[in-house]
Structure formats: structure tokens, C-alpha cells
Antibody
């Protein structure tokens, strides 16, 4: 069964750090682009970052560039998002999602999400 | 960046009636070399992650009921629910993946009248 399971969310103070994880199963993880997308409470979807299967292609939203780092461990079928210098406006549910094999593609598999709350 | 604008922001439709959601892109999502529109539609029900309904503007994902259809090309796209069912109450998003950053529309909330 194709599945993504996020973890690592929680409550953190402004300026703090968190590392999110996404465990993948049921498909050849290293073949696929993977992405992080977030959704602030009551708001729409905002793409955060993606990484290709070979780790050759990476990009970030301007809102997180320089503060967040995406990486993956294909041997562990896992995707990560290191979030530093967190701001109140980073408060959101963070989803990991699967892209396609050869290009970013549409996001066909999503995890259930993990909540990140940045508050003093 | 591509700006994706959906209309309307919300709509209420009677059960069994047609629901139509529009999505306009600030740039063409049609890639001329393969004649494909890099446009997807997602459905998000309360408390759930989004679900991919349609990719390439008009290709339904496996298991998606055929009452959902996508159309359009270039900069103008439409998601149609031909006969609204109670379980279709959700927020619907369009998204372009033609270019980075991938961008979403603001969402359209569909309710029962």
C-alpha cells in the first residue's frame, strides 16, 4: 500500500527549530520527486519545497528560503524538512506529497500531515 | 510566478445538479513540445489531506468517479461535477506544475444548496 506518514510537528517558540520527517512505503521512493506543502489554519495550500529522487533538483518557496532545508535518505525511504528560525507565520499543517518520476508532476499521494505551531 | 485564480470562491448547488469551477492561470500551462497542460485539480474534505482528482487538465485519477471532469487549455481551465453528491462537499484547488514554484489557486468551497 502506497503511504506517506509525517511526524515531528509540535509547538515551538519563534526563532526555534523543528525537523519534520516523512516515511514512505509501497513504492520505489528513490524514483520520485517529493515535496512539502503547508496549510495555515483555515487557509489554502502553499508549496514549501521539493527535491528530486536523485537529489539533483531542489527548490524552495521564497517565504522559507534560507531558513528551511529539504533532504532525503533514499536508503531509509524518508524525506525530511529542517526548519530553522521559525516564525509565527510558519504555523500550519505540513504535508509531504509525492510528485512524479521524471519531473515535479502533480502530487498524487499525500500524507495525513503534521501540525507545526510557532508561538511564544 | 504563475498566479492561479479560481472562481467562484464558493458555490452552493442542489444535489444532482451541476457544479462548475473555473481556474485561470496568469501564464499558459500548455507545454508545446508535448501538447500537455500541466494543470491538476484536488479535492480537500474537512480534516483530510488533499486528494488528486485530475492531472494534465483532464485525466481522471484511478478511482475518481466519472461525474468529475476537467477541461480547458492554456490559461483557462474548468472542473465540472456533473451531478453533485453529498460526499462532494469539499474545497477544490487547481494547481499548475508547468514551472517552479508550483502554485495553487485559492480554493473553491462547494456546498449543498
Amino acid at each position: 500500500q502506497v503511504q506517506l506518514v509525517e511526524s515531528g510537528g509540535g509547538l515551538v517558540k519563534p526563532g526555534g527549530s523543528l525537523r519534520l520527517s516523512c516515511a514512505a512505503s509501497g513504492f520505489i521512493f528513490s524514483d520520485y520527486y517529493m515535496t512539502w506543502i503547508r496549510q495555515a489554519p483555515g487557509k489554502g495550500l502553499e508549496w514549501v519545497s521539493y527535491m528530486s529522487g536523485t537529489r539533483s533538483f531542489v527548490d524552495y518557496a521564497d517565504s522559507v528560503k534560507g531558513r528551511f532545508t529539504i533532504y532525503r535518505d533514499n536508503a531509509k525511504n524518508s524525506l525530511y524538512l529542517q526548519m530553522n528560525s521559525l516564525r509565527v507565520e510558519d504555523t500550519a499543517v505540513y504535508y509531504c506529497a509525492r510528485g512524479s518520476a521524471h519531473e515535479l508532476g502533480a502530487f498524487d499521494i499525500w500524507g495525513q500531515g503534521t501540525m507545526v505551531t510557532v508561538s511564544s | 510566478d504563475f498566479l492561479m485564480t479560481q472562481s467562484p470562491d464558493s458555490l452552493a448547488v442542489s444535489l444532482g445538479e451541476r457544479a462548475t469551477i473555473n481556474c485561470k492561470s496568469s501564464q499558459s500551462a500548455l507545454y508545446s513540445s508535448n501538447n500537455k497542460n500541466y494543470l491538476a485539480w484536488y479535492q480537500q474534505k474537512p480534516g483530510q489531506p488533499p486528494k488528486l482528482l485530475i492531472s494534465w487538465a483532464s485525466t481522471r485519477e484511478s478511482g475518481v468517479p466519472d461525474r468529475f471532469s476537467g477541461s480547458g487549455s492554456g490559461t483557462d481551465f474548468t472542473l465540472t461535477i456533473s451531478s453533485l453528491q453529498a460526499e462532494d462537499v469539499a474545497v477544490y484547488y487547481c494547481q499548475q506544475y508547468y514551472n517552479t514554484p508550483p502554485t495553487f489557486g485559492q480554493g473553491t468551497k462547494v456546498e449543498i444548496k
